[in-house]
């Protein structure tokens, strides 16, 4: 029932919830009643079921397929992890005991940006490798991960025969290489490519959590510039933050109690 004191799209998702346990809303095939049929069921907007149902897929509760339709989503399915570590969605799903294949794979070798220049330390004439792929589970995309790499004597071509979709545990694996870390920036942002966005989330337009990461050597060198999208629901991430304590110094001139340091 629809009341007028609580936001329509929180109560159509409440009620979306409670009647999922009772597998209501839903058609034969375990696929969700189109926006239209659940706007008429809530008596409501298709503007509001459609707010509902992204902030459901947000959750992980549902995930959509353009053109096909919008389904339930197994919670076993979800990938948790910490930021402390440097670890591919290969490694993390084997880890899970989770399921994961790629799919579109595009190997491209263009000319360096100014920016990729810049980044990777290279004369302007030099040429990088730009690698595309999407993640998929359960025949439904997650993620969707380019990364660029700068062309080198050895070549990275050559490393692809068994790619099977991270470039991290490639060059952990394959490279002569000794990776160090990896600086990330984290924001939201829209895919440049919309047919992509389409196979991920149905919506060109909507803004996916995006990580963009420089990949570091012991040297210092960065040997991979990545773009990491993620589509809502079947990824979430937490950090583990301290409170910083003063050292031993610190509490040497805090307390008078003498401090050697050896």
Same mark, same amino acid.
């Given at each position: 029932?629809?009341?007028?004191?609580?936001?329509?799209?929180?109560?159509?998702?409440?009620?979306?919830?409670?009647?999922? !346990?009772?597998?209501?809303?839903?058609?034969?095939?375990?696929?969700?009643?189109?926006?239209?049929? *659940?706007?008429?069921?809530?008596?409501?907007?298709?503007?509001?079921?459609?707010?509902?149902?992204?902030?459901?897929?947000?959750?992980?509760?549902?995930?959509?397929?353009?053109?096909?339709?919008?389904?339930?989503?197994?919670?076993?399915?979800?990938?948790?992890?910490?930021?402390?570590?440097?670890?591919?969605?290969?490694?993390?799903?084997?880890?899970?005991?989770?399921?994961?294949?790629?799919?579109?794979?595009?190997?491209?070798?263009?000319?360096?940006?100014?920016?990729?220049?810049?980044?990777? @330390?290279? &004369?302007?004439?030099? @040429?990088?490798? &730009?690698?595309?792929?999407?993640?998929?589970?359960?025949?439904?995309?997650?993620?969707?991960?380019?990364?660029?790499?700068?062309?080198? !004597?050895?070549?990275?071509?050559?490393?692809?025969?068994?790619?099977?979709?991270?470039?991290?545990?490639? *060059?952990?694996?394959?490279?002569?290489?000794?990776? /160090?870390? !990896?600086?990330?920036?984290?924001?939201?942002?829209?895919?440049?490519?919309?047919?992509?966005?389409?196979?991920?989330?149905?919506?060109?337009?909507?803004?996916?959590?995006?990580?963009? @990461?420089?990949?570091?050597? /012991?040297?210092?060198?960065?040997?991979?510039? @990545?773009? /990491?999208?993620?589509?809502?629901?079947?990824?979430?991430?937490?950090?583990?933050?301290?409170?910083?304590?003063?050292?031993?110094?610190?509490?040497?001139?805090?307390?008078?109690?003498?401090?050697?340091?050896?």
């Amino acid at each position: 029932m629809i009341t007028r004191n609580v936001p329509l799209a929180t109560q159509v998702m409440s009620n979306l919830l409670t009647g999922f !346990a009772n597998n209501e809303y839903l058609q034969r095939n375990g696929q969700l009643l189109s926006e239209g049929e *659940l706007s008429k069921v809530f008596n409501v907007s298709r503007s509001t079921v459609r707010e509902a149902l992204s902030k459901l897929e947000q959750g992980g509760y549902i995930w959509r397929r353009h053109g096909v339709g919008t389904f339930l989503a197994g919670r076993s399915q979800i990938f948790n992890t910490g930021l402390e570590q440097l670890e591919s969605i290969n490694s993390l799903a084997v880890r899970k005991g989770l399921q994961i294949s790629m799919d579109g794979l595009k190997v491209i070798e263009r000319a360096a940006d100014e920016n990729e220049i810049e980044i990777f @330390s290279i &004369e302007k004439q030099r @040429s990088v490798t &730009e690698i595309q792929r999407l993640m998929v589970s359960e025949g439904r995309p997650i993620a969707y991960l380019v990364d660029v790499l700068p062309q080198q !004597a050895d070549g990275y071509l050559s490393l692809i025969q068994d790619f099977e979709g991270s470039v991290l545990d490639l *060059l952990l694996q394959k490279s002569h290489f000794l990776i /160090s870390h !990896a600086n990330t920036d984290i924001s939201v942002r829209r895919l440049p490519d919309k047919e992509i966005a389409k196979k991920m989330v149905g919506d060109p337009t909507e803004s996916l959590l995006c990580f963009e @990461s420089r990949l570091y050597t /012991s040297e210092g060198l960065v040997v991979d510039h @990545s773009f /990491s999208y993620f589509v809502p629901g079947f990824f979430t991430f937490n950090v583990i933050r301290r409170v910083p304590h003063p050292d031993i110094g610190e509490l040497a001139g805090l307390t008078g109690i003498a401090a050697e340091v050896p």
